[in-house]
């Protein structure tokens, strides 16, 4: 069974800085791995995701200039650094994996657990 295990989630003020990490219990060969975040009473909503050869990274706008997502050379760890942490930010992210490189959440098949990410003012 595939598992993906986010870690790195916690507690930061307004302008910190955090760095998540999932670790697959496999290698995804030629899967594309991305984030995804879901605040209390919202939607889950896209965050980024990053190709199987890491040659195109995708952002939604409103992290875009202050996330950054990358992947480790033997695809079997995702990583999101946030630096410029807002209040907006505190979710719950998930870290997924998927076939097809999309910012919807139904075309991605593993899921992490999630880790919690909350930043105050």
């Known amino acids: 069974q595939v598992q993906l295990v986010e870690s790195g989630g916690g507690s930061v003020q307004a302008g910190g800085s955090l760095r998540l990490s999932c670790a697959a219990s496999r290698t995804f060969s030629s899967y594309t791995m991305g984030w995804f975040r879901q605040a209390p009473g919202k939607e889950r909503e896209f965050v980024a995701f990053?190709?199987?050869?890491?040659?195109?990274?995708v952002y939604a706008d409103s992290v875009k200039g202050r996330f950054t997502i990358s992947r480790d050379i033997v695809g079997k760890t995702v990583y999101l650094q946030m630096n410029s942490l807002e209040p907006a930010d505190t979710a719950v992210y998930y870290c997924t994996a998927g076939s097809r490189a999309s910012k919807t959440s139904d075309n991605y098949t593993y899921w992490g657990q999630g880790t919690q990410v909350t930043v105050s003012s």
């Open positions: 990053i190709t199987w050869t890491g040659g195109l990274t």
